[in-house]
């Protein structure tokens, strides 16, 4: 059985130790050296940045999240022990893990660590579909060549390189194709490295839940059980058309995934569809001058992220949560794409008033969609607006004085509130 040391990269015949370096960090599977559809997943991600760049988290349960009355966005597994999950309530996280230290979560540092990783990915193979800052696809077909080494070794080298030269560790998932790798990946985390083969696919899904299919969440998990269908041997047992029947396109996706079938190519320039970000209060808030700060610092964060992808939008949506938690979403389409926040702040604060009378609010979000490239983006200027243009330029010199001095370096007086 082909085998490969996660340590040193030496391969060997087989063997429950390295040969060279003694390691019994060892992966040996039959098709180790056939297969090259990936799924790379970062262990923890923000909170390894965290205690990567702070010594003094080491060895305590740091999560990642936004206040008693936000949610955890991730936690270390030291917390995750203790039973804290992402999208936990932050109070019931807090009530299982006291000792937690919380940090809000440093959007900028993950997303600068996440480019440097997706460098690392796009040296094996230009084929990476990323799924997250901390995730992505690989197709490494056809890179044996380039590389001197089969899509295993190489992709042991990407997480010892990970490891090495950024601090941080991440688990491969290895298979046939997109649905599994990525089951893999869950398989031995953290600082993992497993395989499904084409061969063992059918016995290694037979008693698995349903839930293990990705995108079956609760609602399709309770349509599920409603029809006696728990496992992905029951799956089996139904014809496609009667799949498709009861379940629609659902039916025809569940048919194809229990037999380990996924046809989806990994698509490195799988479009952006949307641009948001979103805040949830300590305290359920009503005061005007608090949201009004809070919307222009939200539409500066969605407006940064469009520029620096070179990208704009067509639709601004704002979000609001109540606080009974009933949702409230309101939308419009701009005559001309925009990546301006002060564009997006102004067209979200009339979204705002329409809904005037509904505070107090828990959460405040702002979003931008119907996206294209930034070529396209704010020509025409607002005949209603004289002063539109000027802001416009005032915005431009603003991000250059940032760029070169810093953030923090110009601020505009509502975000003081």
Known sequence: MPALCRDCLETFPSGTRCPACGSPRIIAHDELFDLSIAHMDCDAFYASVEKRDDPSLEGKPVIIGGGRRGVVSTACYIARIQGVRSAMPMFKALKLCPEAVVIKPRMEAYSQVSRQIRALMEDL???VEPLSLDEAFLDLTGTARLHGAPPAVMLAKLVKTMREELGLTGSIGLSHNKFLAKIASDLDKPHGFSVIGADETADFL??????LIWGVGAATRTALDTAGIRTISDLLRWEKTDLIARFGSMGDRLWHLARGQDARRVSPNSPMKSISNETTFSEDTADPDILDGHLWRLSEKVADRAKAKGI???????KLKR????LLTRRVALRDATQLADTLYRTA??????VEGNAPYRLIGVGVSDLVPQDSADLSGDLLDPDAKARASAERATDSIRQK???GAILKGRALR
């Open 125 to 127: 193979t230009p084929a």
């Open 323 to 326: 606080a009974n938690h009933a």
């Open 312 to 318: 704009a939008g067509r639709v601004v949506t704002l």
């Open 206 to 211: 037979h008693n698995k839940p349903v839930s």
């Open 405 to 407: 001095y810093g953030a």
């Open 349 to 354: 604060r009339g979204l705002m008033d329409q």
